[in-house]
């Protein structure tokens, strides 16, 4: 069996068709469906059932397909071994990082780290709170920032930040000259939030439930600076660690404490745990540890 054919199925399975498998990995749809043609004819089984117009794994090839992100990880791990046998300072790290966090603390930690280590790469996968935990469970980055708590039992956690919550809306609504907001006073307004994939969707929901009541809402994004464009258009209200305040300079938008309630937003760094850390992700770790500890 060949790694290449074997990195074409996974390929293909991972971006749910072969038209996307060879935009994105600029291979030809004729390679690609004659490596995994091979690959069925040197294993002796269907790994694709092609009577559906999508791709649809068969009870072999699901086996096959989480075998080969084995597979992946450790011809990845074993690059990474010999660098590191070799004091090599270079190389990449992927990261799962929210929109939102990148945008927030991402740029001043990568500033920092190249400066001490150039020759590393690091690549973002930006990806919700949600689903960045599966991303490092599964191998496809090296770490993450998810929010805590979160499952100790399959990662190793370090302490990120930790924020409170504000309320932003318009300059004009009559609440906007206020210090301080009740989360109860907006009961009756509508709230523009972040999509499912976002753990902040759950927490603006699970927050005013704690309170007695179950937000309207009008608008979900996946874009922080799209949501305070639409409180900004006087379209409803959202909720963002205050953080962000220092990021948005939309004049029509006001920034309000929340008073009596304390739901902080704490974030977290993992990694899974039992997998080999390579020299430059350590170093990243210490980075990120060392400006945790600075800002504290």
């Given at each position: 069996?060949?790694?290449r054919d074997?990195?074409a199925?996974?390929?293909?399975?991972?971006?749910?068709?072969?038209?996307?498998?060879?935009?994105?990995?600029f291979?030809?749809?004729?390679?690609?469906?004659?490596?995994?043609?091979?690959?069925?004819?040197?294993?002796?089984?269907?790994?694709?059932?092609?009577?559906?117009?999508?791709?649809?794994?068969?009870?072999?090839?699901?086996?096959?397909?989480?075998?080969g992100?084995?597979?992946?990880?450790?011809?990845?791990?074993?690059?990474?071994?010999?660098?590191?046998?070799?004091?090599?300072?270079t190389?990449?790290i992927?990261?799962?990082?929210?929109?939102?966090?990148?945008?927030l603390?991402f740029?001043?930690i990568?500033?920092?780290?190249?400066?001490?280590?150039?020759?590393?790469?690091?690549?973002?996968v930006?990806?919700?709170?949600?689903t960045?935990g599966?991303?490092?469970?599964?191998?496809?980055?090296?770490m993450?920032?998810?929010?805590?708590?979160?499952?100790?039992r399959?990662?190793?956690?370090?302490?990120?930040?930790?924020?409170q919550?504000?309320?932003?809306?318009?300059?004009?609504?009559?609440?906007?000259?206020?210090?301080?907001?009740?989360?109860q006073?907006?009961?009756?307004?509508?709230?523009?939030?972040?999509?499912?994939?976002?753990?902040?969707h759950?927490?603006?929901i699970?927050?005013?439930?704690?309170?007695?009541?179950?937000?309207?809402?009008?608008?979900?994004?996946?874009?922080?600076?799209?949501i305070?464009?639409l409180?900004?258009?006087?379209?409803?209200?959202?909720l963002?660690?205050?953080?962000?305040?220092?990021?948005?300079?939309?004049?029509?938008?006001?920034?309000?404490?929340?008073?009596?309630?304390?739901?902080?937003?704490?974030?977290?760094?993992?990694?899974?745990k039992?997998t080999?850390?390579?020299?430059?992700?350590?170093q990243?770790?210490?980075?990120?540890?060392t400006?945790?500890?600075?800002?504290?």
């Open positions: 069996m060949e790694l074997l990195k199925f996974m390929t293909v399975v991972e971006y749910g068709s072969f038209t996307k498998a060879a935009s994105e990995s291979v030809s749809q004729p390679s690609l469906s004659k490596s995994i043609k091979k690959l069925e004819d040197t294993l002796h089984v269907e790994l694709l059932n092609r009577t559906t117009r999508n791709v649809e794994l068969t009870d072999a090839g699901s086996i096959v397909y989480k075998q992100q084995k597979i992946m990880r450790s011809v990845h791990d074993l690059h990474i071994l010999l660098d590191d046998l070799l004091n090599i300072k190389g990449s992927k990261l799962g990082i929210p929109p939102l966090i990148g945008t603390f740029p001043e990568a500033r920092k780290f190249h400066k001490q280590y150039p020759e590393v790469h690091l690549e973002l930006e990806r919700g709170a949600k960045i599966t991303l490092v469970e599964n191998g496809d980055v090296d993450g920032i998810v929010v805590i708590p979160t499952d100790e399959k990662f190793s956690v370090q302490s990120f930040v930790e924020d919550f504000c309320v932003f809306i318009n300059e004009s609504h009559p609440l906007a000259q206020q210090e301080h907001i009740l989360l006073d907006l009961k009756n307004e509508t709230f523009i939030i972040f999509t499912e994939e976002f753990t902040l759950d927490y603006v699970k927050s005013c439930k704690s309170v007695g009541f179950t937000p309207i809402i009008g608008y979900k994004s996946s874009q922080w600076d799209l305070v464009e409180v900004s258009s006087n379209l409803g209200v959202t963002l660690p205050y953080s962000i305040a220092a990021k948005q300079t939309n004049k029509n938008v006001k920034i309000i404490p929340l008073y009596n309630f304390d739901m902080p937003w704490r974030l977290g760094v993992i990694t899974k039992n080999y850390q390579s020299f430059a992700l350590k990243l770790l210490n980075t990120i540890r400006e945790e500890g600075s800002e504290n």
